[in-house]
């Protein structure tokens, strides 16, 4: 979109929309009111996420919720989602019709290789992805300590962040603003993904670790669960002790480790950029003939 902030520059991309429709329109990005601008019978949009909608103050959850989800849900004929936890979200929340509702998943980059190393047992390279307080980023931390292994997280931290790990006294490293290849050579020297998030949309580093073959400790809870299938420790993550247990027993025991790795590696065959590509493709048919 050519414009940006404000109440005019929404406006703005509202009739730029409006200007250049295509044979196809599809939405996805943090744009949905555009919808206003298109036609509906051959308008699709993507919702990655609810939670803008449900995590802020009254006033802005109404007006965010009429603007960005209401409006532009009626506005459209159909509306792609990227997990069923997602779309059950979505019906539940804005009382849409589930038969307007199609779930494709994100994919993960070709980028994401298998890349097989030497599991370090004595000093694992522990890599958090994340830091927003969703991440579970505290609780993590504190599962870390008296664990020997060093600390890779990508995401700024915050002053309180910072102290707790230097009070536990953790061997850490701290990335933010990394381009796109930065970021797959950490998945691949990590041992292994720490990721136990409390909620997610759906929950793409799961597949980006499982994709370079790092194993993968995340929540038992949808849609983490679900993106991960047999790939994954799945952990209670409001409970320390069972994020600590689980980051031992990742350390400890090879065999299971290795089968984790396996799983993950089929796993995510169905995440490829071209497996998705042949869901969004058979969308767009489906809409153009209608």
Known sequence: MPYHEGVFGRLKN???????????NHITGDVNYIALG?????TILTI???????????????????IWFNIPFRRVHKVSVISDFSKNEVVKTFKINENKIVVIPNCVSDKFQPKRKDFNSDYPNILIVGTKENKNIVRSIEALKGIRCSVTIIGKLTKSIENKLHD???????????????????????????????????????????????????????????VAGDGAM?????R???????????????????????????????YRCKEVAKMYYELYVDVLKK
């Open 168 to 226: 536990f006294k953790l061997d850490y490293k701290n990335y933010f603003n990394l381009d796109f290849e930065e970021v797959v050579k950490l998945y691949e020297s990590a041992d292994l993904l720490l990721f136990p998030s409390t909620y997610e949309g759906f929950g793409v580093p799961i597949i980006e670790a499982q994709a370079t073959g790092t194993p993968v400790i995340t929540s038992d809870l949808k849609p983490m669960n679900e």
């Open 14 to 24: 509202i009739f730029f929309a409006k200007k250049n429709v295509g044979q196809l």
């Open 240 to 270: 320390v002790s069972d994020i600590e247990n689980s980051i031992r027993k990742m350390i400890s025991d090879d065999a299971y480790r290795e089968s984790l790795i396996e799983n993950g590696l089929e796993n995510v065959k169905k």
């Open 38 to 42: 298109l036609p509906k019978r051959n």
């Open 234 to 238: 799945l952990i209670n993550p409001f």
């Open 48 to 66: 990655h996420d609810i939670g803008s909608a449900l995590k802020v103050s009254f006033f802005k959850r109404i007006l965010i919720k009429s």
